[in-house]
């Protein structure tokens, strides 16, 4: 029981990377390689304001928020200079700067050695103390937070904000014919999309009660990015399907037995052969709406 | 030419002083000065390659120019022109290489015209009953409002141009570019087409219409430029620039 707690943990944090990662790869278009930067700024910022100041759990993931959202503006600004692949290239070259920094600001981060201690967060409603030290509790506030960035999501795509998006990944010179400016569309949708990535940060940092680089690494940005190809590219329930998938998969290789000390690195093989075996025979995905 | 005809006086809407455009070794439109009369249908005709698209690429923001300016619609002398701003300045197009939203849907196609540009208030707004009613009333003349939930990539070759002009419509616009909107269409097409022309003329719209059929030029134009080679090869009213020897050679020289 435990052990499917801990499953359905992973499975809202993913589905918020998932979900954020797609308004931006999805819908608008833009092959960004870099999700787990966001993710990792997050986490950080949880971790480090948890252990060394007296701030409290929500507090620190609304900071992170905004600081991951300020550097994604930054970074949203060099990126709209590149298109396509080298759009890809150029977001991949910042996950691994972004990753650098946290392995080598040793003052901040303490490096390789990651930061232990993160506590879990505590709520007080007027009299009530109430702690999510427990998994189940734990849960219960991941996937609240889940279901809210999934609205949020929706609520974007649904407007006419998110319509503009669809256009600029179909033709971004035609729609600025039309009179949009979509450098601010562009932008507003990655600064949005790495505050949400940024809160899956935090959920995890707490989660785990340590934070190391390992976690923030390229290769979580592509696990992200292969979550949404599976699940299907600009369908939300898209992300949320190949999160689980991705979750899941792990288990289910497990059952296949291979021998513990290879096991991870099968794993890695695995998720290769996935995204090429999609790329080869259904770039939708599952639910796909779009594909690259 | 005639030169009574070119001193004759009239409301230019748009003005090119002198442009040129490279492509590394073409040179697509040189040295390039037309002026475009307010709420008449005005015809660019000219052999393929002779800059008739770049022309309006140029004045639609799709590419900058080299050298030279540009006036449209009481802007101020513009030296760039960003592909946002022409609806500012009224100006909306078609393009010769039908460009669609093709992985979104007919209807779409047609609201993302029509809603909020700026950032936040677009976040903020559904597209409203008025959006709705603008996009039917566009698609129904257009015989698309059946199609509204196919995806434009699946509509036929026809059925896109039509799309086209449809989103060209349900702009405000007072500056129509039409890049050969007629091209591979059967003639009840053509028919429904030319008589949209004739309509935003009555409007007291200005269209620029790139054109191949000379009778749809005759028929449909108050005043032709002729191009060749990104140089203007002659300008007035059609009968007397079809009949000019020099348009017909360019023509039958290709
Ligand atoms: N994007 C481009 N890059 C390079 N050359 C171009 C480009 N667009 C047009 N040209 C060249 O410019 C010239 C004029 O082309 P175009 O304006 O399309 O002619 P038209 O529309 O009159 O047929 C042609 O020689 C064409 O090959
Ligand atoms: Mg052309």
């Given at each position: 029981m435990e052990y499917l707690i801990h499953l359905g943990i992973l499975f809202a944090i993913y589905t918020i990377l998932g979900v954020s990662l797609n308004l931006v790869v999805g819908y608008t278009g833009l092959l960004s390689v870099t999700q787990a930067a966001f993710y990792g700024i997050g986490a950080y910022a949880t971790a480090i304001l948890l252990t060394q100041t007296g701030i409290g759990f929500f507090t620190s993931m609304i900071l992170g928020v905004i600081l991951a959202m300020s550097i994604s503006f930054l970074i949203g600004l060099v990126l709209s200079r590149f298109r396509d692949d080298y759009y890809a290239l150029a977001s991949l070259g910042f996950n691994v700067i972004v990753f650098s920094i946290f392995l080598n600001w040793q003052d901040l981060t303490r490096g390789p050695l990651g930061i232990p201690g993160i506590s879990k967060p505590d709520l007080r409603f007027f009299n009530y103390d109430f702690s999510f030290s427990s998994n189940f509790s734990y849960l219960i506030l991941t996937i609240i937070f889940a279901v809210l960035i999934y609205l949020v999501s929706k609520f974007i795509v649904n407007s006419s904000f998110g319509r503009v998006l669809k256009a600029i990944r179909e033709d971004e010179k035609a729609i600025q014919v039309f009179g949009y400016n979509t450098l601010y569309y562009k932008l507003a949708i990655f600064v949005i999309s790495a505050g949400m990535a940024s809160v899956a940060g935090s959920l995890f940092a707490s989660y785990i009660t340590f934070v190391d680089p390992s976690s923030f690494y390229l290769m979580e940005s592509v696990f992200i990015l292969t979550i949404i190809i599976l699940g299907g590219l600009a369908n939300l329930r898209g992300a949320v399907l190949g999160a689980l998938i991705m979750i899941l998969l792990p288990e289910i290789l497990r059952f296949v037995g291979f021998p513990s000390d290879i096991a991870a690195q099968m794993r890695q093989v695995v998720y290769g052969l996935i995204l090429i075996l999609l790329m080869l025979y259904r770039p939708k995905g599952f639910l796909g709406e779009y594909e690259i | 030419?005639?030169?009574?005809?070119?001193?004759?006086?009239?409301?230019?809407?748009?003005?090119?002083?002198?442009?040129?455009?490279?492509?590394?070794?073409?040179?697509?439109?040189?040295?390039?000065s037309i002026e475009i009369e307010k709420g008449k249908i005005t015809g660019i005709i000219g052999p393929n390659g002779s800059g008739k698209t770049t022309l309006i690429n140029l004045l639609t923001g799709m590419i900058p120019f080299d050298t030279g300016s540009v006036f449209v619609n009481g802007s101020k002398e513009l030296f760039k022109i960003k592909a946002y701003d022409i609806s500012v300045f009224g100006s909306t197009r078609t393009f010769q290489d039908v460009r669609l939203f093709e992985q979104m849907t007919v209807l779409d196609n047609i609201l993302v015209v029509l809603t909020e540009r700026n950032v936040a208030s677009a976040l903020f707004e559904k597209h409203k009953k008025f959006h709705n009613q603008k996009a039917k009333e566009v698609l129904e003349k257009m015989g698309l409002w059946g199609k509204k939930n196919e995806l434009a990539v699946n509509l036929s070759y026809g059925q896109r141009k039509l799309l086209e002009i449809a989103r060209v419509l349900a702009t405000k616009s007072d500056v129509y570019f039409l890049d050969e909107p007629f091209a591979g269409l059967f003639p009840e097409?053509?028919?429904?087409?030319?008589?949209?022309?004739?309509?935003?003329?009555?409007?007291?719209?200005?269209?620029?219409?790139?054109?191949?059929?000379?009778?749809?030029?005759?028929?449909?134009?108050?005043y032709v430029f002729v191009m060749e080679s990104g140089n203007l090869l002659a300008e007035g009213e059609p009968k007397e620039v079809l009949g000019d020897k020099k348009v017909i050679e360019a023509y039958l020289g290709e």
């Open positions: - | 030419m005639n030169t009574i005809l070119k001193t004759k006086k009239i409301t230019p809407i748009i003005s090119v002083r002198r442009v040129t455009k490279n492509f590394d070794g073409v040179r697509a439109v040189d040295d390039l097409m053509v028919k429904l087409i030319s008589e949209i022309i004739k309509e935003l003329k009555q409007q007291g719209k200005t269209v620029i219409l790139i054109e191949h059929d000379m009778s749809l030029i005759r028929e449909l134009c108050d």
